[in-house]
Protein backbone atom coordinates (compact mmCIF):
# COMPACT_ATOMS: atom_id res chain seq x y z
CA UNK A 1 0.00 0.00 0.00
CA UNK A 2 2.79 2.54 1.01
CA UNK A 3 4.14 1.64 -2.72
CA UNK A 4 1.00 2.26 -4.32
CA UNK A 5 0.66 6.03 -2.38
CA UNK A 6 4.25 6.76 -3.25
CA UNK A 7 3.72 5.88 -7.40
CA UNK A 8 0.67 7.74 -7.11
CA UNK A 9 2.10 10.95 -5.38
CA UNK A 10 4.89 10.94 -8.09
CA UNK A 11 2.16 10.66 -10.79
CA UNK A 12 0.21 13.51 -9.01
CA UNK A 13 3.26 15.65 -9.21
CA UNK A 14 4.18 14.94 -12.67
CA UNK A 15 0.85 16.32 -13.42
CA UNK A 16 0.82 19.63 -12.06
CA UNK A 17 1.78 22.98 -13.91
CA UNK A 18 5.06 22.85 -11.92
CA UNK A 19 7.24 22.31 -14.75
CA UNK A 20 10.71 22.35 -14.93
CA UNK A 21 10.65 25.54 -16.77
CA UNK A 22 8.86 27.12 -14.02
CA UNK A 23 11.49 25.55 -11.36
CA UNK A 24 14.03 27.15 -12.96
CA UNK A 25 12.56 30.36 -13.31
CA UNK A 26 11.89 30.75 -9.59
CA UNK A 27 15.59 30.76 -8.95
CA UNK A 28 16.75 33.91 -10.93
CA UNK A 29 19.93 33.35 -12.78
CA UNK A 30 22.09 36.43 -12.87
CA UNK A 31 23.09 37.27 -16.47
CA UNK A 32 25.88 39.23 -17.34
CA UNK A 33 24.86 41.27 -20.96
CA UNK A 34 26.19 43.31 -23.46
CA UNK A 35 24.43 45.25 -25.67
CA UNK A 36 26.42 46.30 -28.79
CA UNK A 37 26.32 50.20 -28.62
CA UNK A 38 25.63 52.85 -26.58
CA UNK A 39 22.36 53.56 -25.27
CA UNK A 40 20.33 54.68 -27.94
CA UNK A 41 17.10 54.56 -29.73
CA UNK A 42 17.76 51.58 -31.24
CA UNK A 43 18.88 49.82 -27.52
CA UNK A 44 16.12 50.89 -26.29
CA UNK A 45 13.63 48.15 -26.69
CA UNK A 46 16.11 46.51 -24.04
CA UNK A 47 15.46 49.40 -21.71
CA UNK A 48 11.69 49.00 -22.55
CA UNK A 49 11.57 45.16 -21.97
CA UNK A 50 13.92 45.82 -18.43
CA UNK A 51 11.50 48.47 -17.34
CA UNK A 52 8.41 46.27 -17.64
CA UNK A 53 9.71 43.48 -16.13
CA UNK A 54 9.81 41.27 -18.97
CA UNK A 55 13.10 39.60 -17.97
CA UNK A 56 12.22 39.49 -14.57
CA UNK A 57 8.97 37.44 -15.31
CA UNK A 58 11.19 34.93 -17.13
CA UNK A 59 13.36 33.84 -14.24
CA UNK A 60 16.18 36.85 -15.40
CA UNK A 61 18.13 39.23 -12.88
CA UNK A 62 20.88 41.21 -14.68
CA UNK A 63 24.14 41.23 -12.75
CA UNK A 64 25.74 43.20 -16.07
CA UNK A 65 23.59 45.14 -18.44
CA UNK A 66 26.47 46.94 -20.36
CA UNK A 67 26.47 49.36 -23.37
CA UNK A 68 29.52 48.16 -26.27
CA UNK A 69 31.52 49.85 -28.49
CA UNK A 70 30.32 48.33 -31.79
CA UNK A 71 28.95 45.07 -33.05
CA UNK A 72 32.14 43.21 -32.87
CA UNK A 73 32.88 44.48 -29.47
CA UNK A 74 30.27 42.56 -27.90
CA UNK A 75 31.33 39.60 -29.29
CA UNK A 76 34.68 39.19 -27.82
CA UNK A 77 33.21 40.04 -24.93
CA UNK A 78 31.39 36.90 -24.52
CA UNK A 79 34.11 35.00 -25.85
CA UNK A 80 36.64 36.15 -23.30
CA UNK A 81 33.68 35.47 -20.70
CA UNK A 82 32.91 38.93 -19.16
CA UNK A 83 29.70 38.42 -20.15
CA UNK A 84 26.74 35.54 -20.78
CA UNK A 85 24.89 37.01 -23.53
CA UNK A 86 25.55 39.76 -26.16
CA UNK A 87 23.36 41.58 -28.85
CA UNK A 88 26.17 42.24 -31.87
CA UNK A 89 26.67 41.88 -35.70
CA UNK A 90 26.55 38.30 -37.35
CA UNK A 91 28.94 38.79 -39.80
CA UNK A 92 31.25 39.37 -36.54
CA UNK A 93 30.22 36.38 -35.10
CA UNK A 94 31.18 34.68 -38.26
CA UNK A 95 34.39 36.08 -38.28
CA UNK A 96 35.24 34.94 -35.00
CA UNK A 97 34.12 31.73 -35.10
CA UNK A 98 36.18 30.95 -38.22
CA UNK A 99 39.58 32.49 -36.61
CA UNK A 100 38.91 30.77 -33.39
CA UNK A 101 37.86 26.97 -33.77
CA UNK A 102 37.11 25.47 -30.50
CA UNK A 103 35.38 28.89 -29.08
CA UNK A 104 32.86 29.30 -31.31
CA UNK A 105 29.42 31.63 -30.33
CA UNK A 106 25.67 30.74 -31.17
CA UNK A 107 23.25 32.73 -32.18
CA UNK A 108 19.97 32.63 -30.52
CA UNK A 109 17.73 35.18 -31.73
CA UNK A 110 17.49 37.20 -35.34
CA UNK A 111 16.53 40.60 -34.36
CA UNK A 112 17.86 43.12 -37.76
CA UNK A 113 16.19 41.04 -40.49
CA UNK A 114 17.74 43.53 -42.66
CA UNK A 115 21.39 45.12 -42.23
CA UNK A 116 21.11 48.82 -42.02
CA UNK A 117 24.97 49.34 -43.13
CA UNK A 118 25.02 52.46 -44.97
CA UNK A 119 27.78 55.07 -46.32
CA UNK A 120 27.19 58.73 -45.57
CA UNK A 121 27.98 61.58 -47.16
CA UNK A 122 26.56 65.12 -47.46
CA UNK A 123 25.94 66.11 -51.43
CA UNK A 124 28.25 68.38 -51.76
CA UNK A 125 30.87 65.83 -51.77
CA UNK A 126 29.66 64.39 -55.44
CA UNK A 127 29.34 60.63 -54.06
CA UNK A 128 26.40 59.30 -55.84
CA UNK A 129 27.87 55.50 -56.94
CA UNK A 130 30.28 53.05 -55.01
CA UNK A 131 33.26 53.88 -57.83
CA UNK A 132 32.74 57.88 -56.59
CA UNK A 133 34.20 56.65 -53.24
CA UNK A 134 38.19 55.90 -54.86
CA UNK A 135 40.24 59.06 -54.06
CA UNK A 136 38.08 59.82 -50.53
CA UNK A 137 38.44 59.76 -46.90
CA UNK A 138 35.68 57.56 -45.21
CA UNK A 139 35.40 58.05 -41.39
CA UNK A 140 34.49 55.13 -38.82
CA UNK A 141 35.41 53.77 -35.45
CA UNK A 142 37.41 50.67 -36.60
CA UNK A 143 34.84 48.42 -34.91
CA UNK A 144 32.04 49.62 -36.66
CA UNK A 145 30.41 46.62 -38.70
CA UNK A 146 29.88 48.68 -41.98
CA UNK A 147 33.27 49.78 -41.86
CA UNK A 148 34.51 46.11 -41.39
CA UNK A 149 32.71 45.42 -44.52
CA UNK A 150 33.74 47.88 -46.75
CA UNK A 151 36.19 45.62 -48.67
CA UNK A 152 33.39 42.88 -48.83
CA UNK A 153 31.33 45.89 -50.15
CA UNK A 154 34.14 47.60 -52.69
CA UNK A 155 34.76 43.68 -54.27
CA UNK A 156 31.52 43.55 -55.21
CA UNK A 157 31.17 46.82 -57.16
CA UNK A 158 34.54 47.34 -58.72
CA UNK A 159 36.14 49.06 -56.21
CA UNK A 160 39.90 49.24 -55.29
CA UNK A 161 39.63 49.69 -51.48
CA UNK A 162 43.23 50.54 -51.42
CA UNK A 163 42.15 53.91 -53.40
CA UNK A 164 39.94 54.42 -50.14
CA UNK A 165 41.49 56.13 -47.43
CA UNK A 166 40.35 56.06 -43.93
CA UNK A 167 40.54 57.90 -40.55
CA UNK A 168 39.62 55.92 -37.44
CA UNK A 169 37.05 57.63 -34.99
CA UNK A 170 34.73 57.84 -31.92
CA UNK A 171 31.92 57.53 -32.69
CA UNK A 172 30.38 60.95 -30.98
CA UNK A 173 32.64 62.61 -33.57
CA UNK A 174 32.14 60.90 -37.01
CA UNK A 175 28.88 63.28 -37.82
CA UNK A 176 31.10 66.31 -36.82
CA UNK A 177 34.13 65.38 -38.79
CA UNK A 178 31.89 64.71 -41.85
CA UNK A 179 29.97 68.20 -41.33
CA UNK A 180 33.85 69.54 -41.32
CA UNK A 181 34.83 68.60 -44.02
CA UNK A 182 37.66 66.16 -42.05
CA UNK A 183 36.04 63.21 -44.13
CA UNK A 184 34.65 62.53 -47.22
CA UNK A 185 31.57 60.04 -46.30
CA UNK A 186 31.11 58.08 -42.81
CA UNK A 187 30.60 54.39 -42.06
CA UNK A 188 27.50 53.68 -40.12
CA UNK A 189 23.92 52.23 -39.47
CA UNK A 190 22.05 54.44 -41.01
CA UNK A 191 20.02 55.20 -38.47
CA UNK A 192 22.92 56.10 -36.28
CA UNK A 193 24.45 58.71 -38.60
CA UNK A 194 21.32 60.41 -40.24
CA UNK A 195 20.00 61.80 -36.87
CA UNK A 196 23.07 62.68 -35.74
CA UNK A 197 23.70 65.15 -38.51
CA UNK A 198 20.31 66.88 -38.36
CA UNK A 199 20.95 67.31 -34.88
CA UNK A 200 24.16 69.29 -36.39
CA UNK A 201 21.28 71.57 -38.92
CA UNK A 202 22.36 69.28 -41.62
CA UNK A 203 19.12 69.34 -44.37
CA UNK A 204 17.82 65.50 -44.83
CA UNK A 205 17.84 66.75 -48.57
CA UNK A 206 21.64 67.25 -48.24
CA UNK A 207 22.08 63.84 -46.78
CA UNK A 208 23.23 61.08 -49.21
CA UNK A 209 22.46 57.75 -48.31
CA UNK A 210 24.08 54.86 -49.91
CA UNK A 211 22.80 51.52 -48.24
CA UNK A 212 24.74 48.24 -48.64
CA UNK A 213 22.07 46.18 -48.89
CA UNK A 214 21.55 48.20 -52.33
CA UNK A 215 24.75 46.92 -53.42
CA UNK A 216 24.57 43.22 -53.19
CA UNK A 217 25.12 42.99 -49.61
CA UNK A 218 21.88 41.11 -48.71
CA UNK A 219 23.01 40.59 -44.97
CA UNK A 220 21.47 40.04 -41.74
CA UNK A 221 22.60 41.92 -38.83
CA UNK A 222 22.19 42.20 -35.28
CA UNK A 223 21.67 38.83 -33.38
CA UNK A 224 21.23 38.12 -29.93
CA UNK A 225 24.23 35.33 -29.45
CA UNK A 226 25.63 33.27 -26.40
CA UNK A 227 28.30 30.54 -25.99
CA UNK A 228 27.42 26.67 -26.45
CA UNK A 229 28.59 26.13 -22.92
CA UNK A 230 26.04 28.52 -21.52
CA UNK A 231 23.48 27.38 -23.58
CA UNK A 232 24.35 24.11 -22.66
CA UNK A 233 24.42 24.68 -18.47
CA UNK A 234 21.21 27.56 -18.46
CA UNK A 235 18.81 26.86 -20.96
CA UNK A 236 15.55 27.41 -19.36
CA UNK A 237 17.49 31.34 -18.64
CA UNK A 238 18.27 31.78 -22.32
CA UNK A 239 14.62 30.74 -23.51
CA UNK A 240 13.48 33.35 -20.84
CA UNK A 241 16.01 35.90 -21.78
CA UNK A 242 15.13 35.01 -25.87
CA UNK A 243 11.23 35.20 -24.59
CA UNK A 244 11.72 38.57 -23.10
CA UNK A 245 13.68 40.19 -25.74
CA UNK A 246 10.89 39.10 -28.39
CA UNK A 247 8.44 40.54 -26.42
CA UNK A 248 10.39 43.92 -25.65
CA UNK A 249 10.52 44.17 -29.52
CA UNK A 250 7.18 43.98 -30.43
CA UNK A 251 6.24 46.29 -27.23
CA UNK A 252 8.68 48.71 -28.58
CA UNK A 253 7.10 48.27 -32.33
CA UNK A 254 3.70 48.68 -30.89
CA UNK A 255 4.46 52.02 -28.76
CA UNK A 256 8.00 53.40 -29.28
CA UNK A 257 7.20 56.78 -27.35
CA UNK A 258 7.18 54.13 -24.61
CA UNK A 259 10.60 52.52 -25.08
CA UNK A 260 11.96 56.46 -25.51
CA UNK A 261 10.65 57.02 -22.10
CA UNK A 262 12.13 54.14 -20.83
CA UNK A 263 15.24 55.06 -22.09
CA UNK A 264 15.32 59.00 -21.08
CA UNK A 265 15.19 57.32 -17.73
CA UNK A 266 17.81 55.13 -17.73
CA UNK A 267 19.63 58.15 -19.56
CA UNK A 268 18.74 61.25 -18.65
CA UNK A 269 20.98 62.58 -20.77
CA UNK A 270 19.51 60.92 -23.95
CA UNK A 271 17.27 63.28 -25.99
CA UNK A 272 14.25 61.74 -27.16
CA UNK A 273 13.39 63.93 -30.45
CA UNK A 274 17.10 62.37 -31.65
CA UNK A 275 16.06 58.86 -30.44
CA UNK A 276 12.57 58.43 -31.55
CA UNK A 277 14.04 58.82 -35.11
CA UNK A 278 16.59 56.33 -34.64
CA UNK A 279 14.20 53.80 -33.04
CA UNK A 280 11.79 54.10 -36.05
CA UNK A 281 14.52 53.75 -38.42
CA UNK A 282 15.31 50.47 -36.57
CA UNK A 283 12.35 48.89 -36.97
CA UNK A 284 12.37 49.58 -40.36
CA UNK A 285 15.21 46.71 -40.45
CA UNK A 286 13.75 44.71 -38.13
CA UNK A 287 10.04 44.58 -39.28
CA UNK A 288 10.02 43.98 -42.69
CA UNK A 289 8.19 42.22 -45.27
CA UNK A 290 9.13 39.06 -44.93
CA UNK A 291 9.64 39.08 -40.48
CA UNK A 292 5.54 40.27 -40.82
CA UNK A 293 4.88 37.31 -42.62
CA UNK A 294 7.33 34.47 -41.29
CA UNK A 295 7.91 35.82 -37.47
CA UNK A 296 10.03 37.37 -35.74
CA UNK A 297 13.67 36.22 -34.91
CA UNK A 298 14.13 33.13 -36.66
CA UNK A 299 16.31 32.67 -40.00
CA UNK A 300 16.11 31.52 -43.40
CA UNK A 301 18.96 28.91 -43.84
CA UNK A 302 19.30 29.54 -47.32
CA UNK A 303 20.01 33.27 -46.73
CA UNK A 304 22.01 32.51 -44.19
CA UNK A 305 24.29 30.32 -46.45
CA UNK A 306 25.17 32.50 -48.72
CA UNK A 307 25.79 35.53 -45.78
CA UNK A 308 28.51 33.18 -44.75
CA UNK A 309 29.62 32.46 -48.01
CA UNK A 310 29.79 36.50 -49.18
CA UNK A 311 31.45 37.03 -45.36
CA UNK A 312 33.31 34.21 -45.47
CA UNK A 313 34.80 35.34 -49.29
CA UNK A 314 34.89 38.83 -48.16
CA UNK A 315 36.79 38.25 -44.93
CA UNK A 316 39.31 36.05 -46.69
CA UNK A 317 38.38 33.45 -43.49
CA UNK A 318 40.51 29.74 -43.27
CA UNK A 319 37.10 28.07 -43.08
CA UNK A 320 33.69 28.43 -43.85
CA UNK A 321 31.21 27.35 -41.32
CA UNK A 322 27.86 25.41 -41.92
CA UNK A 323 24.82 27.33 -40.98
CA UNK A 324 23.25 25.28 -38.04
CA UNK A 325 26.54 25.74 -36.51
CA UNK A 326 25.91 29.37 -36.58
CA UNK A 327 21.97 30.12 -35.67
CA UNK A 328 20.23 27.66 -33.10
CA UNK A 329 16.67 28.24 -33.24
CA UNK A 330 15.78 25.67 -30.62
CA UNK A 331 14.82 28.60 -27.67
CA UNK A 332 12.96 30.47 -29.67
CA UNK A 333 9.04 30.58 -28.02
CA UNK A 334 6.21 29.30 -30.47
CA UNK A 335 5.06 31.26 -33.99
CA UNK A 336 2.43 32.56 -32.38
CA UNK A 337 4.31 34.67 -29.64
CA UNK A 338 6.54 36.08 -32.13
CA UNK A 339 4.13 37.88 -34.63
CA UNK A 340 4.34 41.85 -34.95
CA UNK A 341 0.83 43.24 -35.25
Known sequence: MLIRAFIAA???????????V?????????????LDFLLQGQQSPFVLGRERGYYAAQGIKFAN?????????????????THDIGFGDLS????????????????????????????????????????????????????????????????????????????????QVREPMLVRGDVDFSAAWVMT???GLLKLDVKREDINVMMLHDYGLDLYANVVFTTPAFAKANPNALRGFVKATIQSWLSAAADPDAAIAALKKSDSMSDPA?????????LEFVVTPSVRSKGFGD?????????????SRGF??????????????????????????
Do not use: C
Request: charged fraction near 20%; proline fraction near 9%; charge should be positive.
Open 10 to 20: LAALALTPFSG
Open 22 to 34: ELASAQPANVRFV
Open 65 to 81: FDPGRGGADSITKVASG
Open 92 to 171: ALIEFNARNPGSELIAVLMVYDRAPLSLISLKKAGITKPTDLMGRKGGAPTVDATYRLFNVFARLNGVDPAKVSWVGVQP
Open 193 to 195: AVP
Open 274 to 282: QEIGRLKSA
Open 299 to 311: VDMARLKKHIELV
Open 316 to 341: DLPRQAPPESVFDSQFLPPLTERQFK
